[in-house]
């Protein structure tokens, strides 16, 4: 029996792999700050094209990953089996807001 509830969806972009991986590399440190609830912190690491973030939130730990691709990105979320009854609006917030959290150019 699987434990977590997995949420999986690629994110279409325009950018090109290097360009996406940039803005991804630029906006991972305000993730935190852009999450709802009580998200006590966010650790990340690259390896290779993909991002790996581990989440802490509301007493639980998040695993996510985020491939970033030439033409879209692809995003797993694992979710403990607490927060899987929230798997639904999670995947909508991801798809509505995911390409602003993650792709946005914050240079100015």
Same mark, same amino acid.
């Given at each position: 029996?699987?434990?977590?509830? *997995?949420? &999986?969806?690629?994110? *279409? $972009?325009?950018?090109?792999?290097?360009?996406?991986? @940039?803005?991804?590399?630029?906006?991972?440190?305000?993730?935190?700050?852009?999450? *709802?609830?009580?998200?006590?912190?966010?650790? $990340?690491?690259? @390896?290779?094209?993909?991002? $790996?973030?581990?989440?802490?939130?509301?007493?639980?730990?998040?695993?996510?990953?985020?491939?970033? @691709?030439?033409?879209?990105? $692809?995003?797993?979320? &694992?979710?403990? *089996?607490?927060?899987?009854?929230?798997?639904?609006?999670?995947?909508?917030?991801?798809?509505?807001?995911?390409?602003?959290?993650?792709? &946005?150019? @914050?240079?100015?």
């Amino acid at each position: 029996m699987n434990m977590t509830q *997995p949420i &999986e969806l690629d994110l *279409p $972009h325009q950018l090109g792999k290097d360009e996406a991986r @940039r803005r991804i590399a630029d906006n991972v440190g305000s993730l935190k700050d852009q999450m *709802p609830g009580q998200v006590a912190d966010v650790a $990340h690491e690259w @390896r290779d094209d993909t991002l $790996h973030l581990t989440i802490g939130a509301l007493g639980q730990e998040v695993l996510a990953s985020v491939d970033v @691709r030439e033409a879209d990105v $692809h995003l797993k979320v &694992e979710l403990p *089996p607490m927060l899987a009854l929230f798997a639904g609006p999670i995947a909508e917030a991801l798809k509505r807001k995911g390409s602003d959290l993650l792709l &946005e150019d @914050r240079r100015d």
